[in-house]
């Protein structure tokens, strides 16, 4: 780092040091008038008055302290971000979305996110922010209102790494009890699920948060590791060639037949059957041997509708 | 101070002199690059200032705004000296785990917002990231977004598109004949199973389908005059027990016709057989096709196939 020049201007930098320790949050009194109690002034100049000096020149200049209950807040920045309505509207969707979260890590940051955004928007943003309705023209179906305390009960379980016992309908119409690992909160289009790692059967459920109807929370800690069966399924023909694979899926690529052999883990096993009977002939499963014959079954169960 | 805010005029005993010119020279630097004399003109003729300051005072401003935490850049621009603020103490910074949770809020959001408003969610962490010293949350976003590696300015232009329903011909690698040119009556752009897909009438079948955006390549020509072509459409009517009809979303070609105790009958007016034909293979037992019989029949063989495939080798 290069060396600084010794000679520097006193007051330059207790403004300045004034200003960052304001921006770091609610500042007390007495930290405050630390910085202006000088040892070399001492008893010539008066920190308060000092101080008060200080305050009125960051006034002049457009910033906004308020005292209250002997601690300081800084309203505005030195230093302006400066967005226009549609950076509004997406900071408000953040803001939305964050409401969902349970207490915790992800919770505080976003919020710390939102705050040290929103105390540096400049006076034209700030004109925006209050004049526009932040809720006109943005969906946000996605808020799931009907359901933002269970998703947070279940935000936090995912949290607590705890089993659970969840009593569910299934879509089969019956009721259900599983014991499990949670994950993680998946949304999904137009619904949201808890995705659940069911140990002893070796799978990955996704549970619609509206088709549970009990969860016990168990005093069994929940294993890091995913346990899940692998599948392998085959894509031919086109379908091999247009295919993009999903996040928890790979492959080796076509084969010298042109088609596409796929490994799949931790996905829902029903949802995967059900995405893959929409393949229709274009695909088959592999492997493992149960799982080829849930289609199977599947595919005959459809058939027999058509009986007679 | 309730006299200045009257009178706009400075009570200097009332106000660190030193502290108010220092951030407006730091106020400065962070416009744009400024040499000593520009300081010295703003300072001038600044209405509380009125003065200039010499060479030495405007090294001491400089070196103490370096001890408080900015780093000053001094270039030459013109011949002229220059100097300004590229970084500062009250810049907006993350940390690593702030990102993670700004990218979870992120993931959360796009399965559920229409493309409009995922491209302007991208467009505001962009901005957000332009403000931060270093690009952790730039590269954080490139590498998880839902849009990566898809021409954004193909989707924008899209999207208008698709708002005034345009009638255009694009540039598109089909997976099978190549590339070529298709004709289309834009509809609406909409994710599936994380891809993003154009809707609209095809010219070339006369058919409502499905085109891969990703696949798009330019879009040739906006028509001025639109020809609504004649779309065939059946009314496909299949059978699901009501237990089973709360579990699946109705699209809005779907009505239900008919409602009983345990079932419900429902009527899709489909544009697209193929479309139709996959979805309700994804329902598998849940539902049984009434009628047309010739799509039903399709259906029957599609699945015999489909059971023939596990018997082939």
């Known amino acids: 780092m290069p060396r600084l020049s010794s000679k520097y201007n006193d007051s330059c930098i207790k403004m300045f040091e004034f200003l960052k320790l304001l921006t770091q949050g609610p500042v007390d009194f007495k930290d405050v008038i630390e910085i202006f109690s000088d040892e070399k002034t001492a008893g010539k100049s008066n920190p308060h008055v000092t101080l008060n000096k200080y305050l009125n020149t960051l006034k002049i200049l457009g910033l906004k302290i308020k005292k209250k209950q002997n601690k300081y807040y800084l309203l505005n920045f030195p230093y302006k971000i400066s967005l226009d309505t549609n950076d509004i509207k997406s900071l408000s969707l953040i803001k939305q979305a964050s409401e969902l979260l349970p207490k915790g890590k992800t919770k505080k940051n976003i919020d710390s996110i939102i705050k040290s955004i929103e105390i540096r928007l400049s006076e034209s943003t700030q004109a925006i922010e209050k004049t526009m309705s932040t809720t006109e023209n943005i969906d946000y179906s996605f808020i799931h209102d009907e359901i933002k305390d269970q998703i947070k009960r279940c935000e936090h379980f995912c949290q607590e790494h705890q089993k659970l016992e969840i009593l569910y309908t299934t879509i089969k119409g019956e009721q259900e009890t599983i014991k499990c690992s949670p994950i993680e909160i998946k949304y999904e289009k137009r619904k949201v699920c808890l995705t659940v790692n069911v140990q002893s059967q070796s799978k990955i459920v996704d549970i619609p948060l509206e088709q549970i109807l009990k969860i016990k929370q168990l005093p069994n800690a929940t294993t890091q590791q995913i346990v899940s069966t692998t599948i392998v399924y085959k894509l031919k023909n086109r379908l091999a060639k247009n295919y993009k694979l999903r996040a928890w899926e790979r492959s080796d690529g076509l084969d010298s037949n042109g088609n596409l052999i796929v490994i799949n883990k931790n996905e829902d096993q029903d949802q995967l059957l059900a995405r893959l009977m929409r393949y229709g002939e274009e695909c088959t499963i592999e492997s493992p041997k149960f799982f080829k014959e849930k289609m199977l079954e599947l595919i005959n169960q459809t058939l027999e509708n058509y009986k007679n | ?313």
């Not at chain 2, 702030?98 to 962490?125: A, G, M, P, V, W």
């Not at chain 2, 330019?218 to 059978?239: D, F, H, L, N, Q």
């Not at chain 2, 027990?241 to 699946?248: F, G, K, S, Y």
């Not at chain 2, 057989?273 to 019989?293: A, N, V, W």
Request: glycine residues 4%; aromatic residues 10%; positive net charge.
């Open chain 2, 1 to 313: 101070m309730k006299e200045y805010f009257k009178t706009n005029t400075v009570t200097y005993n009332l106000i660190s002199f030193t502290g108010f010119k220092a951030l407006i020279l730091f106020t400065l630097l962070m416009e744009s690059p400024k040499s000593y004399e520009e300081v010295c003109d703003f300072f001038l003729n600044h209405p509380h200032l009125k003065e200039k300051i010499s060479i030495d005072t405007f090294r001491v401003y400089i070196t103490s705004l370096k001890r408080v935490g900015c780093e000053i850049k001094r270039e030459r621009i013109n011949k002229v000296s220059k100097y300004s603020i590229v970084s500062q103490p009250f810049e907006l910074s993350l940390s690593e785990e702030q990102i993670q949770s700004l990218i979870k809020i992120y993931k959360n959001i796009t399965k559920n917002i229409d493309i409009k408003d995922l491209l302007l969610l991208e467009k505001f962490i962009e901005k957000i990231s332009s403000y931060l010293k270093e690009d952790n949350l730039k590269k954080a976003l490139e590498n998880n977004s839902i849009l990566k590696g898809y021409n954004k300015t193909i989707i924008e232009d899209l999207i208008s598109y698709c708002d005034n329903k345009d009638q255009i011909i694009m540039r598109y690698n089909s997976p099978n004949s190549g590339e070529k040119d298709i004709e289309i009556l834009t509809d609406k752009l909409e994710f599936n199973n994380n891809k993003l897909y154009l809707h609209g009438t095809g010219f070339e079948y006369m058919e409502y389908g499905t085109f891969l955006v990703s696949r798009i390549l330019e879009i040739k020509e906006v028509k001025e005059v639109r020809t609504i072509p004649t779309i065939k459409s059946t009314k496909i009517g299949y059978k699901i027990e009501n237990c089973n009809l709360a579990h699946i979303q109705l699209d809005s070609n779907e009505k239900i016709i008919q409602k009983t105790k345990d079932y419900s009958i429902v009527e899709i007016t489909s544009t697209n057989d193929f479309l139709t034909r996959q979805k309700l293979l994804s329902y598998g037992p849940m539902c049984k096709i009434l009628y047309p019989e010739s799509f039903q029949k399709d259906f029957i063989s599609r699945l015999e196939k489909m059971k023939a495939g596990y018997f082939d080798a």
